[in-house]
């Protein structure tokens, strides 16, 4: 009877062990897309939240998602909202990097600075939103967020940020080198694994595209490389291929037995008066 209640007991506790780990999955990840959704409530925002995908719906408050502090991509494109939280709700979300709120019923173009605060932003997306035909609209919004790399479908130039820095035409603002794809297309029976994948991938794509299409980054990676090769062709590095210089045996005794703290007797001082003429040569020279 006793091994019969040890081996239930392990057994359910496998089974809440089993249940925590779906628990933190869930709470990890979050696909409602298409789900006719007005409002968000309390129980769908836990804090542990990561992935966010709450598109096509119709949602008009995104408040309910202020205590998601943990979330690195949010998407909310295709909804009703018009107000965007203040500073302080995107001052907390210090991990988020990509986020997606195009057709959307944004109006102010001073309500969309507040995005400022966010310090790891990398992808936004607000086009086909009322706002998005503002006059400037895209010179305050990339220069209102420092650390944005892509705006809507295209790269950000440097010209964009530099001001009176006047570039090529490969390099200029909304050149077809700078398109960038960044939609995301939500996948059946999709899961977090999948979602952090594929944000990795767009995040990874964005770098490449700056990394050959930005002269101030092609600047940096000469200058990098230039002092690396400089540092390592220094005339100091030249003494490690030299060849070595080999010491008498009969001064090598000597020595030892100085540093040993003891004196050299006459006979070793008569040895090395015989050698002091002498002069040691380097193997293979005459």
């Avoid at 628990?23 to 298409?34: A, M, N, P, W």
């Avoid at 790891?120 to 086009?127: D, E, S, V």
């Avoid at 003891?262 to 001082?269: L, S």
Wanted: hydrophobic fraction near 35%.
């Amino acid at each position: 009877m006793e091994e019969l209640e040890r081996r239930s007991s392990s057994q359910d506790r496998e089974e809440d062990s089993e249940n925590e780990l779906s628990d933190e999955k869930d709470s990890v990840f979050l696909c409602l897309h298409r789900s006719h959704l007005c409002a968000l409530e309390a129980t769908q925002c836990s804090r542990s939240l990561r992935i966010c995908i709450l598109s096509k719906n119709f949602i008009v408050d995104m408040s309910p998602l202020h205590s998601c502090t943990e979330l690195i991509k949010l998407d909310l494109h295709s909804n009703q909202i018009r107000i965007v939280p203040d500073k302080k709700f995107w001052g907390e979300m210090k991990k988020l990097k990509l986020l997606y709120l195009h057709d959307n019923s944004f109006v102010k173009l001073k309500n969309m600075c507040s995005l400022s605060t966010c310090p790891n932003l990398i992808a936004l997306t607000l086009y086909d939103c009322p706002v998005s035909l503002k006059k400037g609209y895209r010179h305050v919004m990339v220069n209102s967020i420092w650390s944005l790399k892509i705006l809507d479908r295209y790269v950000i130039s440097d010209e964009e940020v530099i001001e009176n820095f006047t570039l090529p035409e490969r390099f200029k603002a909304l050149n077809k080198r700078l398109l960038c794809d960044i939609t995301s297309k939500v996948i059946k029976d999709t899961n977090y694994e999948k979602e952090l994948y594929q944000m990795n991938c767009t995040i990874s794509k964005i770098n490449k595209i700056v990394a050959h299409n930005s002269p101030v980054v092609i600047v940096q990676r000469w200058i990098r490389g230039h002092l690396t090769r400089r540092m390592w062709t220094k005339p100091h590095l030249n003494i490690l291929q030299r060849e070595p210089v080999i010491i008498h045996e009969k001064i090598a005794i000597n020595i030892q037995k100085e540093n040993e703290g003891k004196c050299p007797t006459k006979e070793d001082e008569k040895a090395a008066r015989a050698t002091e003429g002498e002069k040691p040569t380097l193997p293979g020279r005459k």
